[in-house]
């Protein structure tokens, strides 16, 4: 199956260049290229695709307004934002937008390329040391929860025991197998918890549950 991907990046020679290294890949197609974050909502509705490589910092519509835009269409595309360094406070704001992860502009092409895959398969693209570092840095750019104590009482007091146990694990970047292996149990019953945890939070992939997981306080940084 091919996956279809958009490149999103005011930046001609990015464009250019994520282009021919995802196209030179026989499972990926590039569909097509924006050079703003209102051309790339509007190509997404045209084009659907699988995959948004999306730059934060574009003119008209940054990247954190279009990826917000695009998870509100209700459509299946995924957002992969695209930065210059890890530590860029814009990228915790990406996250919170409905991005399922980040990858820096010097990845090699089998980081691109795999990085494109992961996305697509519905994974988070969030290494555990990469989750955390993110995490702890900008958790303190938020003075309060986002979610009311009220919220939160009702929203993860309907997941289990184990479900929560899940939920945590994923927050600190946890694979299903490695949280499989911690919780002694098939990886198969772990992507069946996941699974309901997503349902039952109303969210969209493991990325989201993980910032959930922390504004919560279900997790506490560092």
Do not use: C, W
């Not at 001609?12 to 026989?26: H, I, Y």
């Not at 149990?185 to 109303?202: F, N, Y």
């Amino acid at each position: 199956m091919t996956i279809r991907v958009l490149i999103a990046d005011d930046q001609m020679m990015v464009r250019e260049g994520f282009s021919v290294l995802l196209g030179a890949m026989p499972d990926i197609e590039v569909v097509g290229e924006a050079v703003n974050g209102r051309e790339a909502v509007q190509r997404v509705r045209e084009l659907a695709p699988d995959v948004v490589l999306m730059d934060i910092r574009m003119p008209e519509l940054n990247g954190i307004e279009a990826t917000r835009e695009i998870v509100a269409s209700d459509g299946d595309s995924k957002v992969l934002v695209l930065t210059t360094f890890d530590l860029d406070e814009y990228v915790y704001q990406a996250l919170r937008a409905g991005a399922s992860g980040f990858l820096l502009k010097d990845a090699s092409a089998r980081q691109l390329a795999d990085g494109v895959r992961v996305v697509a398969s519905g994974e988070a693209l969030l290494a555990p040391t990469v989750t955390r570092r993110l995490i702890t840095e900008f958790s303190r750019l938020a003075e309060t929860p986002r979610l009311s104590a009220a919220v939160q009482a009702q929203q993860y007091g309907e997941l289990t025991e184990r479900e929560t146990e899940v939920l945590v694990l994923i927050a600190q970047g946890l694979s299903n197998a490695e949280i499989a292996s911690r919780l002694v149990v098939a990886e198969s019953t772990i992507k069946t918890h996941v699974s309901r945890v997503l349902v039952k939070l109303g969210l969209r992939d493991r990325t989201q549950a993980a910032v959930f997981a922390y504004e919560a306080r279900l997790v506490t940084p560092g």
